[in-house]
């Protein structure tokens, strides 16, 4: 990918599985259009997209629509993810993984492990969240 070439995917829809499922089609979509992008960073960044995304729809009630813009830039890659559900109160600081037997509440933990940047921001217009992985050099 030269260096000045940012690919960009954009996809909008009901909060519901099917949007998950298209997001991740978009992205494998995005992964063809930039083949340089290691695998790590697409599977990583890929896995905290999909966590943050289907944790929007878990959590959102009935009508609440999702916007998520994506994009490779030759350094990094980035997601806009937004909501219209009433803002919620994430703390980001304190997400930790749970106990091994537990069902669900790793998404969170996870995502901040495999991003360089995580960020929620809620306002009365919805909830945005915001992510970022630096792209690592390739292994020799």
């Known amino acids: 990918m030269p260096t000045d070439e940012i690919r960009t995917i954009r996809i909008d829809g009901a909060a519901d599985l099917a949007f ?3 997001l991740l089609d978009e992205l494998d979509r995005l ?3 930039v083949p ?3 695998e790590e960073d697409r599977l990583l960044f890929g896995l ?3 966590e943050i995304a289907t944790n929007i729809v878990e959590h959102s009630p009935p009508g609440t629509r999702i916007d998520a813009l994506v994009s490779a830039a030759p350094s990094a890659l980035s997601a806009e993810l937004r909501d219209t559900a009433a803002p919620a109160h994430i703390d980001l600081a304190g997400a930790a993984m749970p106990d091994a037997d537990a069902e ?3 998404g969170l933990a ?3 492990t495999v991003l360089d940047e995580l960020e929620h921001t809620g306002s009365d217009a919805g909830n945005a969240w915001r992510m970022v992985r630096i792209i690592r050099p390739a292994s020799a």
């Open 31 to 33: 992964w063809a259009a």
């Open 20 to 22: 998950v499922d298209g």
């Open 104 to 106: 669900s509440g790793r």
């Open 48 to 50: 905290a997209v999909s």
């Open 36 to 38: 340089r992008v290691p």
């Open 110 to 112: 996870l995502s901040r």
